[in-house]
């Protein structure tokens, strides 16, 4: 879905857990910076993510650099492949930076945690399942981000320290579009704008708290990575989230 001339959502299909959704990956590219790629899909997707930029007319060598929003797999999946593919720099906030760099198991993927959610699969599927996380995907990131930073690419760009989701969950603001790169803080369902899955998130107060922060940006349209866009009033239901979510106090980052 094209959002802007030289953005769009590239709306890839995945299958996880034996179920089918579609995420929703923002590409932003022009001549003076080259491509940018926020997210980067899940294990094994580098051949979806490549047609998904040749579609926009993008070759994949010339990906710059790829923005995670946080560690989790679906975020992070393809982005080691990625990189031997292009070289593209990787960006990540601090506190994910050990998970997505392999040096910590990552906080959805524990044990326990996870053999919980094995539970409510086919038996069919449950091999497969230990099979694909019994070799968590990895990457290098090479400009770690503590929150707050400005970027002059595609018109400015603002890294928004959102926590909660994850430790060092961070949205992306791109200035000249009044839009809004979500990651997990926000999702579409059903068209309506919603805060974070209180069954992903394991800090739920954390990550409603943070959307104190997206309410005092100009927004004119939301790209979430499960549900895709949105741009119906997005400020006042930003705001209206944040008033009536967990928390409400405006968490530290450092």
């Keep these: 879905m094209k959002l802007a001339e030289h953005v769009a959502d590239l709306e890839i299909e995945a299958r996880f857990f034996g179920a089918l959704s579609v995420i929703h990956p923002v590409l932003l590219w022009d001549a003076r910076d080259g491509a940018t790629l926020v997210d980067a899909g899940y294990p094994g997707q580098l051949p979806d993510i490549e047609r998904a930029l040749g579609a926009q007319g993008v070759r994949l060598g010339e990906l710059k650099r790829i923005l995670l929003t946080h560690q989790d797999i679906d975020h992070i999946g393809s982005a080691d492949p990625l990189v031997a593919a292009t070289g ?11 998970y997505i760099q392999g040096e910590k198991r990552l906080v959805k993927m524990d044990p326990a945690r996870f053999e919980e959610r094995l539970k409510m699969l086919p038996e069919a599927l449950r091999d497969q399942a230990r099979l694909m996380v019994s070799s968590l995907p ?52 059903n068209g309506q704008l919603q805060g974070p899955s209180p069954t992903a998130t394991p800090d739920l107060p954390a990550a409603f708290a943070s959307l104190h922060r997206l309410s005092t940006l100009k ?36």
């Design 219 to 254: 927004i004119r349209s939301v790209v979430c990575y499960h549900g895709g866009f949105f741009d119906s009033a997005p400020e006042a239901r930003i705001q209206e989230l944040a008033d009536s979510g967990p928390g409400s106090t405006t968490p530290s980052l450092s």
């Design 138 to 189: 990895t990457v290098k990131v090479t400009r770690v981000l503590r929150g707050g930073e400005h970027f002059p690419l595609h018109g400015g760009i603002d890294v928004i320290p959102t926590p909660g989701h994850t430790p060092g969950h961070v949205c992306y603001y791109v200035r000249s579009l009044g839009l809004l790169i979500a990651g997990d803080a926000l999702r579409v369902e």
């Design 88 to 98: 593209a720099e990787v960006f990540a906030h601090a506190a994910d930076t050990p």
